[in-house]
């Protein structure tokens, strides 16, 4: 993508998201696919842990941001029993206008809205589409929705960092610039065309010896839920651009140590079909100290003295000891923290991808 452009785009989300801050208690965004699960992982990265569930002084005053990616009624149905819509914000995401999930999501919450709102409700829906064609575009025009626009040379899943994203993400009160920031000085490292100074490329060869070894499936991992989403942003960035023609890796994903657990012994001991690259984030945003009990009455002494980010540390570097040796190779990613600058300069930091990936 040309970061370029995007200065126009960057300008004026950071307006509207002003224009609109303490305007609406809530977001919902309604999209499916590259629509939805960008701004979905990034959010969800970034902001507080269980955000919507906190109080408005403690988000500051934002709004609580809701992402419908579906059509399950039941969903639906409930969203409206915990969302006041006077009170919410909608944008609507659909490069082509005429998505099916998210227009049936859209003719139903627009009804919703006008019986709430009468013909106030327009200035509650904000629509990302196509710049001149499509059927919400001509909606929105007939209408008189605030528009942004998806660009005509991004695919859907490529387009967090278009107006699709970075509108949701800004007025959630994420940091786009930073964000942005992180993309350029990415796009800057990774487009040196040397193996020896490029992580990408790095990656890429070593996903394609391990697929020539017989390895079917990739699965990212992450230690932190809040790397949840960007799990499922991978499946798609990968499932939709490598899968065609009787091509491509699948793309799974878990999160340790919850999903050990389950999958740890197959992961570990079971058939030889899959490879992992794992996340690994250095800092945690907000840690906990262990204390020490001085009788040592529940046996525990052991976790003690130290912060819970260890003990997460020693799981991560006991897991990938375990699954090599199991003949599960692994390559790791490695992030300093999570933070705007950092996903933007994306997750392709490779620590010695030769060891861990046991290629040899």
Known sequence: MNLGYQEETVWLVKEYAAMTEGMFENILVLGIGGSALGGMAVCEALLKPYWNLLTPEQRNKLPR????????????????????LKKTLVNVITKSGSTAETMSQFMIVKDRLEQELGDNYRRHIVATTDRNSGILRQISNEEGYKTFVVPDDVGGRFSVLTAVGLLPIACAGCDIDALMAGAAKAREDFSVCDIEKNDCYKYAALRNVLRNKGYKVEMLVAYENSFAMMNEWFKQLFGESEGKDGKGLFPASATFSTDLHSLGQFIQDGSNILFETVVHIAKAQKDFFLKNDATNGDGLNFLSNQNMSVVNQKAYEGTIIAHTEGGTPNMVLEMPEVNESELGLSLIHISEPTRHAQIS
Request: proline letters at 5%; aromatic letters at 16%.
């Open 65 to 84: 941001i809701f992402f419908l990616d579906n059509i399950d009624p039941d969903q639906i149905n409930g969203l409206f029993d915990v969302l006041d």
